[in-house]
């Protein structure tokens, strides 16, 4: 394991970048009260080098503190591990990645301590980060580099040369903006703004019609109602919305929950309709049971514990750094925190859709339901399945059919969503 200070070039590698460990030097205190992080930015290219291969990010600190950096893949990421102090982070590129960088995010990872994860277009290793002054606050720069670059020696030398030789020039050409920021609309603002996945699974399909009674087909209406859904979520302009079907067809029940995690969904949201033997009438929401959850999460933790390094990426870290141990320990600990928040932001989003959707259909009598249903068996994705009501319940039957009705609750699941990412889900460690 290489650590350096600032400025040190960090050791290659298509997975891991070596682990910077900086000693800050101690600001006064009064300094360090008033000191306010500067604007940050982040340019696609320096010097001529293609955007696709090179990227430099900027993070503003409110002072120099010492910090962990390295990339991940599957998904491929960068993080930095930071001690609990004032961020700012640059625009977000909104659908269109600039250079390596497609969004990021940053926040609270456990008590006194941060983290930024830096979501990138491919696997890349940070070739250089250092935390530098900047009046009474500080900057913290990544170089961040594709790992697709040619990893010869001269190449290498060549480019941290190269950086060497335009750190001062880099934010002429880049994406810096001026200060003070030009006011924008709500509207402007959420269109730049990271976009987190949203993925809405209407349930049944093709020749599974589900639940069938007093002129309702459970496919059809759960269908409709997902695409009112998913229409008033892309007009919000803050969400990339997917669909597991926006159409009349099957899809098999392992394959939506697949397909969630394929396309590292941040909310996984199952739409039915139920059935009884009873009156029985109301929205139910269900989580996953307890005993699965249970089960499921110690199965991921040894999952990302044992695989959390491919043989490929063995072989490439060893070039570097011949003891995997504390790498294999680092990843394997941020991939086990990613486990265990899934159940307590599932928790969060089921207390927001409950809370905003019984505030415009009935909801049955503790709607907050768990149980073990297939399409939310997962550790990864904070997944719920709501039932809009009981197709068995006449009353039920003709809301699940009205247009003014699926106007007015997806609405209100809207507002939970939007609450759930705007204010609760940050208060949960990353």
């Known amino acids: ?26 600001l006064p205190a009064s300094a360090q009260q008033h000191a306010q992080p500067s604007a940050p930015f ?104 594709s790992a697709d670059s040619p990893t010869d020696v001269e190449a290498a030398n060549a480019r941290r040369a190269e950086m060497r030789a335009g ?3 880099l934010g002429a050409s880049g994406l810096q903006p001026p200060m003070p920021r030009p006011a924008i609309s709500p509207q402007a603002r959420a269109q730049a703004m990271f976009k987190p996945i949203i993925v809405l699974d209407p349930g049944h399909g093709g020749d599974d019609t589900g639940a069938m009674k007093h002129g309702t087909v459970e496919k059809n209406v759960v269908l409709a109602f997902s695409l009112k859904l998913r229409d008033k979520l892309l007009a919000s302009g803050r969400y990339k919305v997917l669909m597991t079907r926006d159409r009349d067809t099957f899809v098999e029940l392992h394959e939506r929950r697949a397909f969630a995690e394929r396309h590292g969904a941040h909310l996984f949201v199952a ?19 307890d005993s699965v959850a249970n089960a499921l999460q110690r199965s991921a933790k040894g999952e990302v514990s044992e695989n959390v390094l491919s043989d490929a990426a063995l072989r490439a870290v060893r070039r570097v750094e011949p003891d995997l141990t504390a790498v294999r320990a680092i990843l394997a600990d941020l991939a086990r925190r990613e ?58 039957a003709e809301l699940l059919k009205s ?20 204010h609760q889900v940050a208060r949960i460690p990353m």
């Open 1 to 26: 394991m290489a650590t350096g200070r600032p400025g040190r070039t960090c050791a290659r590698s298509a997975l891991v970048c070596a682990i910077l460990a900086l000693s800050a030097l101690a």
């Open 42 to 145: 982040f340019a696609a290219a320096q010097h001529g080098a293609p955007a696709k291969t090179r990227t430099k990010f900027v993070i503003g600190l409110e002072r120099q503190v010492d910090f962990q950096v390295f990339s991940l893949t599957d998904p491929n990421r960068v993080f930095v591990e930071l001690p609990d102090v004032k961020l700012q982070l640059p625009p977000h590129p909104g659908a269109t990645p600039v250079g390596l960088v497609k969004s990021f995010r940053g926040g609270l990872s456990a008590p006194g301590k941060a983290r930024v994860v830096i979501d990138v277009t491919g696997p890349v290793i940070v070739e250089k980060a250092g935390v530098e002054p900047d009046g009474r606050a500080a900057r913290l720069t990544l170089e961040i580099v």
């Open 167 to 169: 750190a001062s020039g």
């Open 271 to 289: 739409v039915h309709a139920d059935y009884a033997q009873s009156n029985a009438r109301g929205a139910t929401i269900y989580s996953l049971r």
């Open 339 to 396: 486990v265990e928040t899934t159940r307590d932001r599932t928790s969060v989003f089921v207390r927001s859709v409950i809370e905003n959707m019984g505030s415009t259909t009935n909801l049955k009598d503790n709607p907050d339901r768990s149980a073990a249903f297939v399409v939310i068996k997962t550790a990864k994705v904070p997944s719920i399945l709501i039932e809009l009501g009981y197709v068995t319940n006449e009353a039920d």
């Open 403 to 422: 247009e003014a009705w699926r106007e007015k609750v997806s609405g209100s699941i809207v507002t939970a969503i939007d609450n759930y990412f705007s």
